[in-house]
């Protein structure tokens, strides 16, 4: 649709600007406490903290400590959580059997904060990288990331993560029909209402270092993750990726990274008119944070324009550490 525009002085743009009433009346699009996804990092222990030293204001946290925090979502009305874990070398193999482990660390969060506080959603990572030796999403033998054998594992993890109570699961890994096998999976094995919130274009991105760090996984990781996540140059590809992961079963799809994609956000959102999310990952975290500490940007103003960015892309929603900050900030309005 052509905007209709009048010449000066019959139209002055700034009639609309003048004052914070005006300004809200016509806006466009708002940021809620409802598009937000909190993701948090999960360690073993009891009432424990521990900072993570790339992202100020992210700790990983006991089981018990995870609880606590889905009751502030709670109460400051975010709807998801998304739990990744910090999983000790020791459990970490090549086969990655501790991803489909009932009682791995996600998996006994998730049925903690169920217990504890039921309305909130928890949403988990269906990928190998926390739990492989070789710090890959898929099995790798002899240097080579393995597609089909890496299904197999998915699908383990997926139920197992279905039946920890998990609302959502989130297919993170950008393997080859994914989708469609946990998909399967879940109906075969009367999970018909879990949600499966697709990692759909998912690019090879220099973002993610602070959460590798959050998880663990810098250590272990040989080499890139390009031969499975996308291509930086491609915007088209996002489109096949997304309407693949629909035809196979997926509720949502996500963008990963966000502000870097933004592009590709309001692409698919446009195109296919499916819930979907970004993910501002670690990086972009850390780089508000970073800027923020320095006195260089007003950081809550920095962080509130950057998730509203995602809004105006066609998002419904938006996976950010800014979560709880954000929630208080609203809630203050
Ligand atoms: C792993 C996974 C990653 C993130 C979410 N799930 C990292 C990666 O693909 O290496 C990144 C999140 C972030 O950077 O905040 N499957």
């Known amino acids: 649709m052509r905007p209709t525009i009048a010449?000066?002085?019959?139209?002055?743009?700034?009639?609309?600007?003048?004052?914070?009433?005006?300004?809200?009346?016509?806006?466009?699009?708002?940021l809620s406490t409802d598009d937000l996804i909190w993701p948090?990092?999960?360690?073993?222990?009891?009432?424990?903290?521990?900072?993570?030293?790339?992202?100020?204001?992210?700790e990983r946290l006991s089981v018990d400590n995870a609880v606590q925090a889905a009751e502030e979502a709670a109460n400051l009305g975010i709807p998801v959580m998304a739990l990744f874990p910090y999983t000790d070398d020791a459990q970490k193999t090549t086969a990655c059997a501790e991803a489909w482990n009932p009682d791995n660390l996600v998996n006994r969060a998730t049925r903690a904060i169920k217990a504890a506080v039921p309305e909130v959603l928890v949403m988990l990572?269906?990928?190998?990288?926390?739990?492989?030796?070789?710090?890959?999403?898929?099995?790798?033998?002899?240097?080579?990331?393995?597609?089909?054998?890496?299904?197999?594992?998915?699908?383990?993890?997926?139920?197992?993560?279905?039946?920890?109570?998990?609302?959502?699961?989130?297919?993170?890994?950008?393997?080859?029909g994914r989708i469609g096998y946990i998909r399967q999976a879940l109906e075969q094995n009367d999970f018909p209402d879990t949600l499966i919130m697709a990692y759909s274009a998912k690019y090879a991105s220099a973002f993610y270092g602070p959460f590798r760090d959050a998880v663990g996984a810098s250590g272990a990781l040989k080499g890139d993750k390009k031969t499975y996540q996308m291509d930086s140059g491609n915007s088209d590809e996002a489109l096949r990726e997304v309407a693949r992961d629909i035809a196979e079963g997926a509720d949502m799809?996500?963008?990963?990274p966000g502000m870097p994609y933004l592009d590709v956000c309001q692409r698919v959102?446009?195109?296919?008119?499916?819930?979907?999310?970004a993910y501002q990952v670690s990086g972009e975290?850390?780089?508000?944070?970073?800027?923020?500490?320095?006195?260089?940007?007003?950081?809550?103003?920095?962080?509130?324009?950057?998730?509203?960015?995602?809004?105006?892309?066609?998002?419904?929603?938006?996976?950010?550490?800014?979560?709880?900050?954000?929630?208080r900030l609203l809630a203050l309005d």
Not at 8 to 16: C, H, K
Not at 143 to 158: F, K, M, P, S
Not at 305 to 321: H, I, N, P, T
């Open 7 to 30: 010449p000066f002085p019959v139209a002055r743009s700034r009639r609309l600007r003048r004052t914070a009433e005006i300004r809200a009346l016509v806006r466009e699009n708002v």
């Open 40 to 58: 948090i990092f999960i360690r073993d222990g009891e009432n424990l903290r521990e900072p993570v030293a790339s992202m100020p204001g992210v």
């Open 125 to 176: 990572d269906v990928a190998l990288d926390p739990y492989n030796a070789d710090g890959h999403d898929g099995i790798v033998r002899d240097g080579v990331i393995l597609n089909d054998e890496t299904l197999v594992a998915l699908e383990r993890q997926a139920l197992e993560h279905a039946n920890a109570g998990a609302d959502i699961l989130g297919p993170s890994d950008m393997m080859d």
């Open 253 to 256: 799809v996500m963008v990963k």
């Open 269 to 277: 959102a446009a195109e296919f008119g499916v819930p979907t999310f």
């Open 285 to 327: 975290y850390a780089m508000i944070c970073a800027a923020g500490q320095n006195g260089w940007l007003d950081q809550d103003r920095a962080m509130l324009e950057s998730l509203l960015a995602f809004k105006r892309a066609g998002c419904q929603g938006v996976l950010s550490y800014f979560a709880p900050e954000v929630a």
